[in-house]
């Protein structure tokens, strides 16, 4: 099946910018929909943004104007690029995967994905 590995997460402080990765273990074809999602402690896990393609993209509202999701087909690898990081960011961040999709703008509903990774930490300081 498709494994997917998260990379990137760290602790910055209020302000800050990181880049995560995520690499999916196929390369038989191009997985149709990908995304991040996150969860913080004793929360319920969330959408961030999720691509079809970089122009077909969709953001949670917590994420518009400071994220922009992207991927690299040839690669199989999706990133999520984080801007203006604030403590509200603190989560861990999961790199799912759908093997369709149904709509012409991808889904922000986890139900809808496949394939999980196991989360790389992300910890944003006041």
């Known amino acids: 099946q498709v494994h997917l590995v998260e990379s990137g997460g760290g602790s910055v402080q209020t302000g800050g910018s990181l880049r995560l990765s995520c690499a999916a273990s196929t390369y038989t074809y191009i997985l149709p929909c990908m995304g991040w999602f996150r969860q913080a402690p004793g929360k319920e896990r969330e959408a961030v943004a999720t691509?079809?393609?970089?122009?077909?993209?969709t953001y949670a509202n917590s994420a518009k104007g400071r994220f922009t999701i992207s991927r690299d087909n040839a690669r199989n690898t999706l990133y999520l690029q984080m801007n203006s990081l604030k403590p509200e960011d603190t989560a861990m961040y999961y790199c799912?995967?759908?093997?369709?999709?149904?709509?012409?703008?991808?889904?922000?509903?986890?139900?809808?994905?496949?394939?999980w990774g196991q989360g790389t930490q992300v910890t944003v300081s006041s």
């Open positions: 799912a995967a759908a093997r369709t999709s149904r709509g012409f703008l991808p889904s922000l509903s986890q139900n809808d994905y496949d394939y």
């Open positions: 691509a079809i393609t970089n122009s077909r993209t």
